[in-house]
């Protein structure tokens, strides 16, 4: 590939205007950056991810000033979970917050809110979008600073150099540039289905719905006036042509019966069934020079909480804060760009890591694949008290972070097997603790430097 003479430069250069790409382009604009946004497809997105936007990543984009992008998109308002249990509900309702009012998440179509977000970037002073697949890194290879990037133009087909002082890959789950900057790898812990219900009555209407049977979890959301989401998770896909008969036989019998006969009529006519893996990706600290990470390039959690964007949001916010042009006037300063990565690595954690945590802990909960994990489930739904989840909203920041879930009837079947639970990947942050003799688990990670 031979780059054309051609070359721009500029302060940023942006890889992706998805959630964290968009709203990070007008972060830095808003401050005086010059800032080029590279998107390699800029029409609507037709995706089965984000769509269910946690209160704190409404707050994040209050901060943001990009709130508006939740107007004129027939978005849903969302006022907690509803669980079900073979067939038991039970209300998790989100907190309210200082100002007396009930927390707010929202639910809509991807692509209407992306295509919101990408309307405010191009409106923003100093940020330009331009249809373009990025190829490659530019990198000096003595000092190995990032440069910017090799990108092909969609309308031209020609490649080009963009040069940025700094360079931000918010590429995706799939990132191409990930590689570039760290050594770890996505693991992919399960499958999400999806399916669009049409004209469902939900038994809780503006709240998310997890339902768990038999089998592994679905989750049902409101995403617009007509359109409810369904998805259905999956450790494995089927074999081909096994996928709509497990819908129908395995997974449509354990749905509420309201919804039953919406989720069957949308199996049989689908002529393809939308799927996307549902991976962990724990972040590490950015020490690149020349280039970020960010956004599912940097760091993933399962889908099953719906924590992703408020990630994303709250990141970018901060990351904005970090470089302001007060404490780095030009990002050409290499070290002290990377030197405020690393207090962003740390800092982050409060949220992330509440989100992550809860979203790791809960999915291997939920979707309890041995009998000591679903013993602990059941104990968790049957005849609880109080409030059986805290942290889903994405308002909670803090050092240490925890969930907890109040056990009933079966307490002292619950404390055994919490004790020889077996939790993968968030093992090391379980504890089971006694409140008044009511077992409460909870998960934490400390906040080290
Ligand atoms: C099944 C599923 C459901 C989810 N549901 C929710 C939910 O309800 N709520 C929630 O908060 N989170 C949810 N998430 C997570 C959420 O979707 C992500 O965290 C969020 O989209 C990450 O934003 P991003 O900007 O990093 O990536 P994306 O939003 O994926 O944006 C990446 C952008 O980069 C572009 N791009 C990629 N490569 C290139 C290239 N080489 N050149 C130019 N452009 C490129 C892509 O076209 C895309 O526009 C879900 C995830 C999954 C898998």
């Known amino acids: ?95 309210w917050t200082s100002a007396g009012k009930k927390a707010e998440g929202r639910a809509f179509h991807h692509g209407k809110f992306v295509q919101k977000l990408r309307a405010a970037a191009r409106r923003t002073p100093n940020v330009t979008l331009l249809e373009a697949t990025a190829k490659d890194i530019l990198r000096d290879e003595a000092s190995l600073q990032v440069l910017g990037v090799l990108a092909t133009e969609k309308s031209s087909k020609t490649t080009h150099t963009y040069r940025g002082k700094l360079t931000v890959s918010a590429d995706g789950y799939a990132s191409n540039f990930r590689k570039r900057c760290t050594t770890r790898k996505p693991v992919v812990r399960s499958t999400f289905v999806g399916l669009q219900l049409i004209d469902v009555k939900l038994p809780s209407p503006n709240h998310g719905h997890i339902i768990m049977g038999n089998n592994p979890p679905v989750l049902l959301y409101q995403i617009g006036t007509h359109e409810t989401r369904a998805l259905v998770d999956m450790p494995s896909l089927p074999p081909s042509g096994q996928l709509k008969p497990y819908l129908l036989e395995i997974v449509a019998p354990d749905l509420p019966a309201q919804v039953q006969p919406a989720f069957r009529k949308a199996v049989e006519a689908a002529d393809r069934l939308p799927s996307m893996p549902n991976s ?170």
């Open 1 to 95: 590939m031979s780059p054309q003479p051609h070359e721009t430069t500029h302060d940023v250069v942006i890889v992706g205007a998805g959630i964290m790409g968009c709203a990070l382009a007008v972060a830095f604009g808003n401050q005086g950056r010059r800032v080029l946004v590279l998107e390699r497809d800029l029409s609507e997105p037709d995706r089965i991810v984000g769509e269910l936007l946690q209160p704190g990543g409404v707050e994040a984009l209050e901060k943001l000033g990009m709130r508006d992008c939740l107007e004129d998109i027939d978005a849903i308002p969302v006022y907690g979970y509803e669980t079900i249990y073979h067939g038991e509900p039970v209300t998790i309702p989100y907190p």
């Open 280 to 449: 962990f990706l724990p972040a590490q600290a950015n020490d690149t020079p020349g280039m970020i990470l960010l956004g599912d390039a940097m760091n993933m959690r399962h889908p099953l909480t719906g924590g992703g964007m408020t990630v994303a949001f709250n990141d970018a916010y901060l990351l904005s804060h970090l470089l302001s042009p007060s404490i780095v006037p030009d990002f050409a300063d290499t070290t002290a760009v990377l030197e405020q990565m690393r207090l962003f690595h740390w800092d982050r954690k409060s949220l992330s890591g509440v989100v992550n945590i809860l979203a790791q802990a809960l999915y291997a909960l939920f979707a309890a694949d041995d009998s000591r994990l679903r013993v602990l489930q059941m104990g968790c739904f049957i005849g609880h008290a109080g409030q059986p989840v805290g942290g889903l909203d994405g308002l909670r920041k803090a050092g240490w972070t925890w969930f907890q879930l109040a056990g009933g009837r079966q307490r002292r079947h619950i404390h055994q097997c919490a004790r020889l639970v077996r939790a993968d990947l968030v093992q090391e942050h379980w504890r089971v603790v006694s409140h008044d003799d009511v077992p409460v688990v909870w998960a934490g990670e400390a906040s080290r430097r």
